[in-house]
Structures are given as C-alpha cells and as structure tokens.
C-alpha cells in the first residue's frame, strides 16, 4: 500500500516543478513551493468510508500527506481536534449557526503543532540534523517540542515581546533559543546567517520549507469531514503569515479533486488586527502582494507579521472564494475574547478572539447571513496568554464572608 502519494514540489507563481525527495526551500523565484500529490494513486485507498476506521488524528489523511514512510511519523496524537456549536455567543452576534474548530486543545496549546508534526517528521526523513526558525512564539514552540520527539535539535529565535510561556515551552524542549530586541523579521535575519554558517541544518521559517503548510491544510480535511462532507459558507482564519488559510484552501480543492466535495466553496476571510494590517491593505487596494506594515504592533502577537511571503496566496484564496480581508481592533478584540468565554466558558487566544470580533462586524454589514454556518478557527488556548485577562478581585481574610449577590 502507498503510504504517501507525494509526487513533486511545484512553484507557486510559475508551476515550475521541483524534487519532493530533497531538501527544499523556495522556489528559483523566491515563493513557497507547493506539495503535489498522484490524486489516482491516493483515492485507491483513500476515501471517505476507509477514514471510518482510522485513527482521529491529523495522519488519517497520509496519502495525502509528504511523508513516504509510517516509520517515519513523528506525533503527539495531533490533529481532529473539536468544532463546537456557539449557540449562545452566536445568538449575540446574529449567527445562530456559529462554530468553532478549536485548536487550542492540541499538543502545544496551538495549531503551531499540527504544521511541527508534518514539517519535523520529513525534515527527519529526509536526513536533516536540526531545524531552525525566527518565530513569535507558539510556532517556535511547537518546532521544539517536535524536534525533540523526533532527536533532532532546533534553534529558535523569537523576539523579547513574545508570549512567556512559549520561551517556557521551548527551554523545556531542549532548543537552542535566543531572544531579539526586534519583529519576526529581524529575528529571521539572524537565523538566515546562523543557518548559512552551520551544517546540517534546515531553516523552516513560514513558508520557507513546504510541508509546514501540509500539516496545517488538515484543519480543512477536518472541517468537511466534522460537517458530513459539507462545507461552510464562510470560514474566519486570522492570519500573520497565512499558512493556515492558504492550507485550508489547499485541502478545499484537493477534496474537489477527489470527489469528496462539491463545487462550493466556503468564502475565506483573512482577518487581522488594525496594528497590523497588510494583507487587509492590499485587499482593499486591489494589490496581488502586500506592502510592509509600518510600526507593527497588537496584543495578537501571533498575527504581527509585517510582511509575509505567501501574501500574494493569501489574496489569491481570499478572492477566488468570493471572501474579504477585515481588520479589527485590540479593544474589541479583547472585549469579544471576554464576551466568548463568559457565554460559552472557552477561553480563545487574542489571534482566535480577533476571528469572532469580524464575525460580529461582517455580521452588521451583511457579508455573513443570519443563514450561514459559519466556522471560526481559535488558533490557540487563551492560557497561552495570561496577561489579555486582567485580574482585579478582592482578596478575603480567613474569617472573611461574601455579601448575598445584589
């Protein structure tokens, strides 16, 4: 049996194909490369009655996944992780058929893992030594936790404002991890020459390797599955470097490819946060790339990516699916990440919370209906961010009482 049907890597802007069995990074052009897969030789064993018996994690997809051998899986148990109904949150905002794909159940505390399981496990496979990266966080996290289960180092560089815990995360890994008094990108140039100086290792920066976006496309098979092989109307991504968005468009036509879905497609929205906005910029410019953001800055830390380099993917999915780029702000973020956890006792990321403050807004204007289903992607757990949630409550002497509630 064909445990992968992996064929070759393929150029994003010009198709230019590319071996699957090498270690890669851009393409000639500088853009990501894209994973191709034998759509004939997957659906042989691939389908929707045989996923029936397969294990609920993101590896029941394998043929249409890059790694060539089982022994070669490294995981945590990722993936299939819940979408829940928001019926009280939803009846605030006028979406009675709101749900939520909640990553922040999974190893890491973030859908970071899902993109480490797959990018680690053929790193491995193909013989690197260690993986290296700039991050904000939670992907340097997950990186390093996988790098660990599969014995290969990592180097990770994330800047000083990052979310502690993921320092945490990291040091408790094993990686080698530096802080930058800088953005991701400044941490990324420091990791670009430590890489060039070193043998063995692999940069795996957003989009600068290609398999981190084949984990990341599973959220889309999940979705299809979870909804008995339907799509949404719309799905919220919030998105910094967009792999997750442009995976799930990815996973969208590979199940038209193989019969699993109709023609439909749900309408994909990037959402981000006013603080860093360059994607909504140039969607609303009508530009096929964006311009980097000045002066970067919001408490989603995970989404301050000034300038990324799939940008012109990410307009690309955004409007062949008839979607939209929306940017909100900090406050009403943060009040729609307290309003959520107070009607429904889940407690989102900043990146997730920014998600349902669109829902809310594209809501008013009329782009979502009161009949959509929509779906939300909370890309993390709130724990990850302690300080979003201020806590100012009396503290009580040991004789002390509590009056009645007024």
Known sequence: M????????????????????????????????????????????????????????????HEMLPVR??????????????????PRYGARIGVPNLLMKDEGLIPTGSFKARGAAVGVSRAAELGVKGVAMP??????????????????????????????????????AGAELYL???????AGKII??????RGGYQEVSTL??????????????????????????????????????????????????????????PRLVAVQAEG???????????????????????VAFGITVPKALGDFLVLRAVRETGGT???????????????????????VCPEGAACFAAARDLRATGFIGAGDRVVVLNTGTGLLYPSTIPVDVPTLPVTGEISPRR
């Open 276 to 298: 860093c906005a360059p994607i909504v910029d140039a969607f609303t410019a009508g530009a096929d790339v964006s311009e980097p953001f000045p002066d970067a800055h919001t």
């Open 208 to 265: 600068k390797e290609p398999y981190r976006l084949e984990g990341k496309k599973t959220m889309g098979y999940e979705i299809a599955e979870q909804l008995g092989w339907q799509v949404p109307d719309v799905i919220l991504y919030p998105t910094g470097g967009g792999v997750g968005l442009i995976g799930i468009w990815k996973a969208l036509l590979e199940m038209q490819e193989l019969g699993w879905i109709g023609p439909r497609l």
């Open 69 to 86: 051998d089982p022994a070669s899986v490294v995981t945590l148990g990722e993936g299939m992780t819940p979408l829940l109904p928001l």
């Open 135 to 172: 991050t904000n966080g939670n992907a340097g996290a997950a990186w390093a936790v996988y790098a660990a289960r599969a014995g290969l180092e990592s180097l990770i560089a994330m800047p000083v404002a990052a979310p502690a815990i993921t320092r945490t995360e990291c040091v408790a």
């Open 2 to 61: 064909t445990y992968s049907a992996l064929s070759h890597l393929e150029c994003s802007r010009t198709a230019q194909k590319y071996d699957a069995d090498t270690v890669q990074g851009v393409s000639d052009e500088g853009v990501p490369l894209l994973a191709r897969y034998d759509i004939e030789l997957a659906a042989r064993t691939l389908t929707r009655e045989a996923l029936a018996g397969r294990p609920a994690t993101l590896w029941r997809y």
């Open 180 to 186: 930058v008094d800088g953005l991701i990108g400044d």
């Open 325 to 347: 780029a929306i940017a909100v702000s900090d406050d009403d973020l943060l009040l729609e990440q307290r309003r959520l956890a107070a009607d429904e006792g889940t407690f």
């Open 192 to 197: 670009n020459a430590a890489v060039r100086s």
